[in-house]
């Protein structure tokens, strides 16, 4: 009966020869079996690009349906680096009309903004159509930063009133307060506006001035209550503490309010 082992170990080694010979045989032959040389095709105008495969358009030509066709550079225009879109731009001072560059007409008190493809109106100027207007700026005020809108503000202490600057007028014990909406002032401190006058907060003994946070003007400090225009102490029955607000009181837990007292629940 053969050896088992014997024969395995020599059919491994057959395999192992017939592996080697086909390495060498495909080593032996020539690169060009196995990768396509074929020349690039590359037509009139273009070159082979600098890295990667494929070709490129020359500078001033653009590729049309395979092949590189000279860029039209219209009269006022100038070849760009890109040979992609139209590969070209208008000079400074000019802008694109189908295709061509026109000259930009500058109306009076205007100017080329820095890239030259638009104009913009002087300081004191603001565009109307085609036109640059001149901003009537009224008494009492002064031309804007920006000539956007009406172009100009009012001085302090008057604001726009169908466009002119109206001074504020400004009650006693009032202030003078920026803005274009609301009525232009404010009360001082301690005074409270009716709506044309500042009058004196009327504090009573226990309260302290609390301004626009109250219609009054004032609130009690804390254990006292508003009644009648006056603070009157808190009464806190047994059982109870002054609640948060300070100006009330509430049950101790697990006693519940019963009209004046703190019953057990």
Known sequence: MPDTKHTFAHALRALALQALGVMIILAALPSAAFSDNRPLSVPDN??????????????AFKEVRGACEPIKVPANGYLTNSTYNRGWECSHGFREVRDTCIAIALPKHAYLNSL???????????????TCKKIKVPK????????????????????????????????????????????????????????????????????????????????????????????IAVIVPDNAHLDYSGNN????????????????S
């Open 46 to 59: 273009a070159h082979k690009k600098s890295y990667g495969g494929g070709w490129q358009c020359d500078q």
């Open 116 to 130: 030259g493809d638009r104009w913009e109106c002087n300081r004191g100027y603001q565009q109307v159509d085609d």
């Open 140 to 231: 009492n005020g002064y031309l804007a930063d920006f000539a956007s809108g009406s172009g100009w503000q009012c001085n302090r202490g008057f604001r726009i009133v169908k466009a002119e600057c109206v001074a504020v007028q400004i009650p006693a014990n009032g202030y003078f307060v920026e803005g274009s909406y609301g009525r232009g002032w404010e009360c001082e401190r301690g005074y409270q506006s009716d709506g044309t006058a500042c009058n004196a907060v009327r504090i009573p003994a226990n309260g302290y001035f609390a301004g626009s946070s109250s219609t009054t003007g004032w609130k009690c400090e804390r254990g006292f209550t508003e009644v009648d225009e006056a603070c």
């Open 249 to 264: 009181w509430e049950c101790n837990r697990p006693y519940r309010k019963r009209q004046d007292t703190c019953e057990p």
